[in-house]
């Protein structure tokens, strides 16, 4: 019977002592008011406990009122390093934002919550450090021109065509600086006083087109050719613009457009003066025989049963497509635009062979 009892009494025991423990715990902790802090919770180095909000942002104020957040801040990514002067960007502390997330953080709604929470804070014996603010906008816009100067440009993968076949080259990723990940670096080093100069934050840039996506390509859908005339500086621009054209990839679902692909043509890019239709008569105009890239391509097009999203034909017949075949270009003005409106990529290939431009779209044959 004594044994029995015994066995009962001692967790009895234990859960009492329990009780006890916590009970002296919240009375010691936790103020008369649930709205000051615990006791051992401090700020910075400045004890909080006991103090309501508005006590605690007027006393951590009062700590620092002398103390000047202006100083110099080191970023680097390895080889190189940056200056970042506080000052260029208004940092400051800010007292109120800290107390304010420090109480929120303690969820006092919910009583049960705030003793398990006071409990932590005081085992942990907890000294926050103080929230800053800044020019969000002006330190973002630095460390993006930062981006600007240190970017490195993901490259997709692309087809290179040969006698056999195509070749698929694979992709190469790029790199960014994390915008957000190097600015809340910066921030914790200036918090915690931290001296040392801060390594840049980094994130991949992954290409949209992979080698994985182009595996599928395995033939001609469509082959189109047109002559060239005799007109040098068309014949030029004509293999110039190709040039440009030649291996464009188009992912299913995917929009091309004609002159953001090629952009403007100018004497710089290497195009020449040549004659061009516009409004029923020929001028002559830097670029001029590009449309009939355009027409080519157009046709190629048509024949592989892509959708047609735009195209304008010429005010006047055209002689290297049969009429109503033609497409006219115009950079800033009149664009070809066409869909892929298959599952699977195409790439274009686009070449001059002998006197002839020639526009081929692979892709994945069917049956």
Not at 104 to 133: G, P, Y
Not at 251 to 275: C, V
């Amino acid at each position: 019977m004594y044994k029995k009892n015994l066995r009962v009494l001692i967790p009895l025991t234990i859960l009492l002592e329990i009780i006890f423990v916590i009970s002296i715990a919240v009375i010691w902790i936790v103020p008369g008011n649930a709205e000051t802090f615990p006791q051992g919770v401090r700020i910075n180095g400045e004890t909080m406990g006991g103090l309501t909000s508005e006590e605690a942002v007027g006393k951590l104020a009062n700590a620092n009122e002398h103390v000047i957040l202006n100083r110099q801040i080191f970023l680097t990514d390895g080889s190189k390093e940056w200056t970042i002067n506080t000052g260029d960007y208004g940092f400051k502390y800010n007292y109120s934002e800290t107390v304010r997330a420090l109480l929120e953080e303690m969820q006092w709604d919910q009583m049960s919550e705030e003793v398990i929470q006071c409990v932590k804070l005081q085992a942990q014996n907890v000294d926050r450090l103080l929230e800053l603010s800044w020019d969000e906008t002006k330190l973002d816009l630095h460390l993006q021109e930062l981006n600007e100067e240190m970017l490195v440009p993901a490259q997709e993968a692309r087809v290179e065509f040969t006698e056999a076949g195509i070749v698929i080259k694979e992709e190469k990723n790029g790199k960014q600086i994390d915008i957000k990940g190097t600015r809340d670096k910066l921030i914790r080093a200036l918090q915690s006083n931290n001296r040392r100069p801060q390594k840049i934050v980094w994130k991949s840039i992954v290409p949209p087109v992979t080698s994985s996506d182009l595996e599928g390509i395995d033939g001609v859908l469509v082959a189109v050719s047109t002559e060239l005339t005799s007109d040098e500086n068309r014949s030029s621009n004509i293999e110039r613009a190709a040039q440009l054209l030649d291996g464009r990839v188009l992912m299913p679902g995917e929009t091309f457009s004609f002159n953001e692909q090629l952009g403007e043509r100018t004497l710089e890019k290497g195009y020449k003066p040549a004659p061009i239709i516009m409004n029923n008569a020929v001028y002559y105009d830097i670029g001029g025989g590009i449309c009939q890239l355009a027409s080519t391509l157009y046709n190629a097009s048509l024949l592989a049963g892509l959708e047609i999203v735009e195209r304008k034909p010429h005010s006047m017949p055209v002689k290297y497509v049969p009429p109503g075949k033609d497409a006219t270009v115009y950079y800033g003005q009149i664009d070809l635009k066409i869909r892929n409106n298959r599952v699977t990529p195409l790439v274009i290939n686009s070449t001059i062979e002998e006197r002839s431009l020639v526009i081929k779209i692979w892709g994945k044959q069917l049956g």
